[in-house]
């Protein structure tokens, strides 16, 4: 049960490295491994826009929203093994040098 439900898991995280990939993960109803600044300004900002960026997809489609998810965004954690960040990694939100790699996933 416990590896079917990390093979689960595995199967619905994605790495995203600037905001179009985040958002196209988010909508896809994902949860996100990105690479972040840590400043929690930039996360409050990245809830709101992605907020926004939901709402304005759903209108921009055409479709009804009803199996699509508006949530806000939100760090999840910030794993305890972090990956290596390459030199000049930017935050996918803000743009600033990253410092973590975050998980991120809608809040409900």
């Not at 994605?14 to 840590?38: D, Q, R």
Request: proline share 4%; glycine share 6%; net charge negative.
């Amino acid at each position: 049960m416990y590896r079917a439900a990390l093979e689960k898991r595995d199967a619905r995280t994605s790495h995203c490295a600037n905001w179009h990939e985040f958002m196209t993960e988010l909508n896809k109803k994902n949860i996100i491994l990105a690479p972040w600044c840590n400043v929690k300004q930039c996360e409050m900002d990245a809830k709101k826009r992605s907020a926004e960026d939901s709402q304005a997809y759903i209108a921009a489609s055409g479709d009804s929203g009803e199996d699509l998810l508006t949530g806000a965004a939100k760090t999840l954690n910030v794993p305890y093994e972090q990956p290596e960040l390459a030199e000049g990694t930017v935050c996918f939100a803000c743009g600033a040098p990253a410092t973590v790699t975050a998980l991120w996933g809608r809040s409900y």
